[in-house]
């Protein structure tokens, strides 16, 4: 199955609202809330200008014309762990879980990051969501630390280095 990437639209937040109001969606996600309509329009404002600033944020993902989820590069913004070092992360609706979306998502999404001279990234994942840490594995990044975030929640941070690659522009990135 193939995916693209792109920039955020104000719709999907609509999108995005849909498809994360679940619980098991969000169980490994911070506190696990579930956040409403309001909530994802301002962060889709928020990745609309981290594109336009870096080139990077957290991207629609989408399999045809259907937005599935986000996958993307931004800097880890919590006041622990690896503060300001660029994260990759994914998120994706119930409903696509199992068919290789996110790993594909994310490969796309650190390609986008290598080609804009990212020199690192990081994964913060929920110790007990196996899903994640599998496509953390499967996209290339390797077990760095085990931290806890300040709730007590036990976190693996995953990472790897970029390597360049001999692109001209950031453009070679098909849909990012």
């Not at 937040?13 to 309001?38: C, I, K």
């Not at 006041?79 to 696509?96: A, H, I």
């Not at 790993?103 to 929920?126: F, K």
């Not at 007590?152 to 522009?169: E, F, K, M």
Request: with cysteine; aromatic share 8%; net charge negative.
């Amino acid at each position: 199955m193939t995916v693209r990437l792109r920039v955020p639209t104000a719709e999907d937040a609509d999108a995005w609202t849909d498809l994360f109001d679940d619980a098991e969606v969000m169980r490994y996600v911070g506190s696990g809330e579930v956040r409403d309509r309001a909530w994802y329009a301002a962060f889709v404002a928020r990745q609309q200008a981290l594109a336009a600033s870096t080139g990077l944020c957290l991207f629609s993902v989408l399999v045809g014309d259907q937005v599935v989820g986000f996958t993307g590069v931004q800097p880890w913004a919590q006041p622990w762990g690896p503060t300001g070092v660029p994260e990759v992360g994914w998120r994706l609706g119930r409903r696509f879980w199992g068919r290789g979306l996110a790993t594909e998502a994310a490969a796309i999404a650190l390609d986008r990051a290598r080609v804009l001279g990212v020199p690192r990234v990081v994964a913060m994942v929920h110790a007990d969501n196996a899903a994640s840490l599998a496509v953390a594995r499967k996209v290339g990044l390797t077990q760095e630390a085990v931290l806890r975030a300040p709730s007590g929640v036990p976190v693996l941070q995953y990472g790897t280095a970029l390597a360049s690659v001999s692109t001209d522009t950031p453009d070679a990135v098909p849909d990012a």
